[in-house]
């Protein structure tokens, strides 16, 4: 079983979850928790894997870990990325699917996550009226004239897109911080934390370790 980073997974019940201490009180009454949890950017440890559960508010994540015999389907958000012509009721849709055409153009591999992804992976409401796009970005390495086209072209869309860049073994940044701050340092997030790099070569430098809020 294949399962990355910002995939969505299912499960039957709560009690599927490794660990339940300090569970807190949102999370039997929230439908968005009941049976699916957003993979962390953590290692994959004996099968364990590290999962967040969403409650109705923004501050409502809770940190679990579910064993993979317990789940029963993983939800990629490139996957996702086939459904968006079903949400024409959305107010999201002019802006994702504005994204879908665009991208299509580049043949790049993305897909949408944050709470508009989890929404269209799970017919769950997680989204409001004023909620951002957050999307994933699948890349194989740097490029900068690509990443600057696409900033530009987010720009112009009438609603917050924040796209994060995923790169294979090494880890994701922001793209507005990477087109921001690419000559100076910017942040990459790793499966053992985030590290302050730089670009040498047209490749991402890793640097010291950082905390982000």
Same mark, same amino acid.
């Given at each position: 079983?294949?399962?990355?980073?910002?995939?969505?997974?299912?499960?039957?019940?709560?009690?599927?979850?490794?660990?339940?201490?300090?569970?807190?009180?949102?999370?039997?009454? =929230?439908?968005?928790?009941?049976?699916?949890?957003?993979?962390?950017?953590?290692?994959?440890?004996?099968?364990?894997?590290?999962?967040?559960?969403?409650?109705?508010?923004?501050?409502?994540?809770?940190? =679990?870990f579910?064993?993979?015999?317990? +789940?029963?389907?993983? +939800?990629?958000p490139?996957?996702?990325?086939?459904?968006?012509?079903?949400?024409?009721?959305?107010?999201?849709?002019?802006?994702l699917?504005?994204?879908?055409?665009?991208?299509?153009?580049?043949?790049? =591999?993305?897909?949408?996550?944050g709470?508009?992804?989890?929404? +269209? @992976?799970?017919?769950?409401? =997680?989204?409001?009226?004023?909620?951002?796009?957050?999307?994933c970005?699948?890349?194989?390495?740097?490029e900068?004239?690509?990443?600057?086209?696409?900033?530009?072209?987010?720009?112009?869309?009438d609603?917050?897109?924040?796209?994060?860049?995923?790169l294979?073994?090494i880890? @994701?940044?922001?793209?507005?911080?990477? *087109?921001?701050?690419?000559?100076?340092?910017?942040?990459?997030?790793?499966?053992?934390?985030?590290? *302050?790099?730089?670009?040498?070569?047209?490749?991402?430098?890793l640097?010291?370790?950082?905390?982000?809020?």
């Open positions: 079983m294949e399962i990355k980073v910002h995939d969505i997974v299912r499960f039957e019940a709560m009690s599927d979850i490794e660990n339940t201490i300090d569970q807190p009180g949102w999370v039997k009454d =929230a439908p968005t928790a009941k049976n699916f949890g957003v993979v962390r950017r953590m290692p994959i440890t004996d099968k364990i894997v590290p999962i967040g559960l969403r409650g109705n508010k923004r501050e409502q994540r809770y940190g =679990a579910i064993h993979e015999r317990n +789940i029963i389907q993983v +939800i990629s490139i996957s996702l990325v086939g459904r968006v012509e079903r949400l024409a009721d959305r107010l999201y849709f002019p802006a699917l504005s994204i879908k055409e665009e991208f299509k153009k580049y043949k790049l =591999a993305w897909g949408p996550t709470s508009v992804g989890f929404e +269209i @992976a799970t017919s769950i409401q =997680a989204t409001t009226p004023s909620s951002d796009i957050d999307i970005l699948y890349l194989n390495e740097i900068t004239e690509l990443l600057v086209k696409l900033g530009n072209f987010l720009d112009g869309l609603r917050r897109i924040d796209v994060q860049v995923e294979p073994s880890g @994701a940044f922001l793209l507005n911080d990477y *087109l921001k701050y690419n000559k100076t340092g910017f942040i990459v997030r790793t499966k053992f934390g985030p590290h *302050l790099s730089t670009i040498e070569n047209n490749r991402i430098k640097g010291v370790s950082s905390e982000i809020g």
